[in-house]
């Protein structure tokens, strides 16, 4: 049985007003939040148009002194590179390191398949449905 529906509670009528008032709604907030402006930066405002001078001060903190002393960085070594002939430009690349190899493992025997020694029958049942 199909639920009837009440024609006071429909709000299809409703749909564009509703989409519309939320339009608003988030449009005066991103407005808001574009032009929004602390005391602090109304008040710098005021003074560069009224042609007073504004100083900005800032603090600068002053650089601790360690009670360590500082140890010092290790040397840095650059990895080998190759050596340039200087007679014809070419290079020379640093001799190669013969690649030993490991020994190759001895082949383990493979066993066979188990068989077991005893055969099972089965009866012969057919299906009942």
Same mark, same amino acid.
């Given at each position: 049985?199909?639920?009837?529906?009440?024609? &006071?509670?429909?709000?299809?009528?409703?749909?564009?007003?509703?989409?519309?008032?939320?339009?608003?709604?988030?449009?005066?907030? #991103?407005?808001?939040?574009?032009?929004? %402006?602390?005391?602090?930066?109304?008040?710098?405002?005021?003074?560069?148009?009224?042609?007073?001078? %504004? !100083?900005?001060?800032?603090?600068?903190?002053?650089?601790?002194?360690?009670? &360590?002393? #500082?140890? &010092?960085?290790?040397?840095?070594?650059? +990895?080998?590179?190759? !050596? #340039?002939?200087?007679?014809?430009?070419? !290079?020379?690349?640093?001799?190669? &390191?013969?690649? %030993?190899? +490991?020994?190759? +493992?001895?082949?383990?025997?493979?066993?066979?398949?188990? %068989?077991?020694?005893? !055969? #099972?029958?089965?009866?012969?049942?057919?299906?009942?449905?």
């Amino acid at each position: 049985m199909e639920t009837k529906k009440i024609k &006071e509670k429909n709000l299809d009528s409703l749909r564009m007003p509703l989409a519309l008032t939320g339009l608003l709604f988030t449009g005066g907030l #991103i407005l808001a939040s574009f032009s929004y %402006v602390t005391p602090i930066e109304e008040e710098l405002m005021s003074q560069r148009n009224s042609g007073e001078q %504004v !100083i900005n001060i800032t603090q600068e903190d002053e650089p601790d002194t360690p009670d &360590e002393p #500082i140890a &010092e960085e290790d040397t840095y070594v650059a +990895p080998p590179q190759a !050596i #340039i002939d200087s007679v014809d430009n070419t !290079i020379t690349p640093p001799a190669p &390191e013969p690649v %030993v190899l +490991p020994p190759r +493992p001895t082949p383990r025997p493979t066993p066979g398949p188990t %068989v077991s020694a005893e !055969i #099972i029958t089965f009866p012969d049942v057919e299906a009942v449905f």
